[in-house]
């Protein structure tokens, strides 16, 4: 079963405008962290944002904060005032489980920033 | 500087040669995990470490194996290389594996096997 699934394979965004990536979860463990990460066409992974399943709050990091809804197993990338240099492909994955043996990847959106 | 450091960058070998790449960190990680990436299919996970002497099989582990003899080194060897693996491999580590640790990666491994 497909654990996490990112519906939106690509995405365009006009510079200066807000983007949000979709990010769905399949999991039945308690404990579980939510992971975005960003992959420029260099092609290297760059960590962006961390969600913890007990975390109260929604993470922010600078332009990026998470939209994590629990029940809805949902954990969207909101990224604010998209910059050209935003343009990557984006992955949202999942490490579940007291001891986190597995980083689960979603197969990753695209986005697109538009001067 | 912090890093996971792979060797080489860029590798184009042919079927059946086999082949090792390189990974190392310095941040004295518990934690060492492989991983390939193929379009539409994100990343997948072929083999993990959670210390020294102990691997254990991720979702693609055929064709490819691994050791950990050392903390900081876990080397991805593919003993008869097919076409089929042609991919871009990453390795990363992490303090320990708990659910909330981050993973480092290093900067890929782009492999073409003819």
């Known amino acids: 079963a497909q654990k996490i699934t990112q519906t939106q394979p690509g995405m365009f965004v006009q510079e200066k405008e807000a983007v949000t990536l979709d990010c769905t979860y399949d999991t039945s463990d308690p404990s579980y962290g939510l992971f975005w990460y960003k992959q420029p066409s260099s092609g290297e992974m760059i960590f962006l944002i961390y969600?913890?399943?007990?975390?109260?709050q929604n993470a922010t990091e600078g332009r990026y904060s998470l939209n994590f809804q629990k029940a809805r197993k949902s954990a969207n990338l909101v990224i604010s005032a998209s910059q050209l240099g935003d343009s990557a492909m984006y992955f949202c994955?999942?490490?579940?489980?007291?001891?986190?043996?597995?980083?689960?990847f979603g197969a990753g959106t695209i986005l697109r920033v538009k001067s | 500087e912090a890093q996971v450091t792979q060797n080489p960058r860029y590798l184009i070998t042919v079927t059946g040669k086999k082949l090792t790449v390189t990974c190392s960190q310095n941040m004295n990680h518990e934690y060492m995990s492989w991983y390939r990436q193929d379009p539409g299919l994100g990343l997948r996970q072929i083999y993990y470490s959670m210390n020294v002497e102990v691997t254990d099989k991720g979702d693609v582990p055929e064709g490819y194996k691994v050791s950990r003899k050392e903390k900081r080194n876990f080397p991805l060897i593919l003993e008869s290389p097919s076409p089929n693996q042609t991919s871009l491999y990453f390795c990363a580590s992490s303090l320990e594996a708990g659910f909330n640790e981050k993973l480092f990666f290093g900067s890929g491994t782009q492999l073409s096997v003819l």
């Open positions: 969600q913890g399943s007990y975390d109260q």
């Open positions: 994955a999942m490490r579940e489980g007291r001891y986190g043996n597995k980083l689960v």
